[in-house]
C-alpha cells in the first residue's frame, strides 16, 4: 500500500513543484507593483491555465489521437519560455532604471505567457496521473488500493502548492534584487528542463535534423527524471538568499523605537524561509527515498522455457492447477522472448494471457499473498478477469484444453512479440 501510496504522491508532487514554485516567487514580483492591470492579468490567465489543462485533458483522454501530448506540450512551453524572456529581460533592466509604459505592457504579456505556458505543460502532466489510476480501476473506486492512490495524488498537490505558497511568502520578503535574482535561477532551471524536454521531440521524430544532436543530449535525456533536484536546489536559494539579506537600514523618519518594529518585521519574514526550507527538505527526501521505493520492482521468477511442436504450445495441466502464477517464455522466430502468464481460476477454467498489458507494457506481474500483481502499478488483479482485456489486464491470449495440457497456438504467441520488443 505504501508503494501504491508513493507510486501517485511522488509525480504529483514534482509536476507541483513545477508549476507552484516559479508561479509563487512571481506573484512576489507582480503584488507591489503600482500597475493593477498586470495582477488582473496574472489573476485571470490564471483561471484560464486551470481550466484549459483540464479540458485539454479531458480531449487528450476522450478522443486519443485528437491532442498530440508531445506537440501540445511543447507548444505550451514556447509561450512558457517567451515569456520567461520577456519578463527577465524586463526585470534585470529594472534594477538600473525605472520601467517604460512599453516595457509595463510587455511585462503584462510576459506575465500571460509563462503563467498560461506553465500550466498547459505542468497541468496535463498532472491531470493526467490520478486519469491513468481511473483507467486500471475499471470501475472498482471503493477498493482500499485505489483509495490510497488517490490519497497519495493529493497528498503530492497538497505539498506541491503549499512549498509554492511559502516561495511566495518568503520571496515577498526579499528586497527587489534579490527577488528578480532567485526568480532568473528558477526560470532558467525550468527552462532548461523544457528545453531537453522539446529538443527530445524534435530528436523522435528527426524534425530541423535535430536527430543529429542525439550523441551529444543522450546523458541529458537519460537524467531527464534528476532535473527535478536542480528546481529543487535553485528553490533552496529563496530561504538562503532570506536568511543573508541584510538589517534593513534606519530610515530618517524612524525614531529608535519605530525602527525596532521594522527590525523585529523582518526577522518575522525570514520565518517564512525557515517554513520553505523544511517544506523544502522533505520534499526532496520525499523525491529521493519514495521514489526510489515507488519505483522498486518486484523480481519475476525466472519463466520456464517451452517450444512449439507441430505449431502447438503445450503445457501440462498438472503444471499450472495449483492455483499459483506460472510463467513460460516462447522465443519467436526474430529472437524475442514472447512471455506468457497461466493461472487457474477454478476447475478447469484457466486465465492465460501475455506477461504485459497495454497501459504499463512488458513490465510483467508477480504473485503476492496469494493475488496477481502488476509489476510496475501495484495494481492486484481479479483472478477471474484475467484472460479478459481491458484495464491492467494481461493480453489475452486465445488458448484451448485438450489431451490434459494448455494448448497455445504458435501463431498467436509470433503475433504477441510486437508487445515485447
Known sequence: MLQAFLQQLVPALEESIKLAVPLGILLAIILPLPDQSIRRTFTRVLKWGFFLSLFMTAVRVGTKSAVNREIFESMAIAVDLVGAVILCTILLRSLHREWTPREERLFRFGTGALTLGLFLYHGLELWLIPVATVQVAMGKYLTLTFLVKMLGFFGGIFLGFLSGYLAYKAAAALNHGRLVFVFSVQIAATAIQQVIFVLTVLMARQLFGAESLIPYMAWFID????????????????????????????????????????????????????????????????????????????????????????????IPLEQVSDGHLHRYAFHASDGTTVRVIIVQKGGSAFGVGLDACDIC???????????????????????????????????????????????????TLEAARIHFR
Not at 255 to 270: D, G, L, T
Not at 384 to 402: D, F, K, S, W
Open 223 to 314: 537524467n531527464q527524471n534528476k532535473v527535478i533536484y536542480a528546481i529543487y536546489f535553485v528553490s533552496v536559494l529563496v530561504p538562503f538568499t532570506l536568511f543573508l539579506q541584510p538589517r534593513p537600514e534606519r530610515p530618517v523618519w524612524a525614531n529608535p523605537a519605530q525602527y525596532r518594529q521594522i527590525v523585529s518585521s523582518a526577522i518575522r519574514r525570514k520565518r517564512w524561509g525557515s517554513g520553505l526550507l523544511a517544506i523544502l527538505i522533505l520534499t526532496i527526501f520525499v523525491s529521493s527515498v519514495g521514489g526510489w521505493y515507488a519505483n522498486k520492482k518486484e523480481q519475476l521468477v525466472p519463466a520456464v522455457d517451452v517450444k512449439a511442436e507441430n505449431g502447438l504450445v503445450q
Open 361 to 411: 507494457g512488458a513490465t510483467g506481474y508477480f504473485e503476492r499473498d496469494g493475488q496477481i500483481v502488476c509489476r510496475l502499478c501495484d495494481v492486484v488483479m481479479n483472478k477471474a478477469t484475467i484472460g479478459l482485456p481491458g484495464g491492467c489486464n494481461p493480453i489475452p491470449v486465445e488458448y484451448h484444453v485438450q489431451n490434459g495440457a494448455v494448448q497455445i497456438s504458435a501463431d
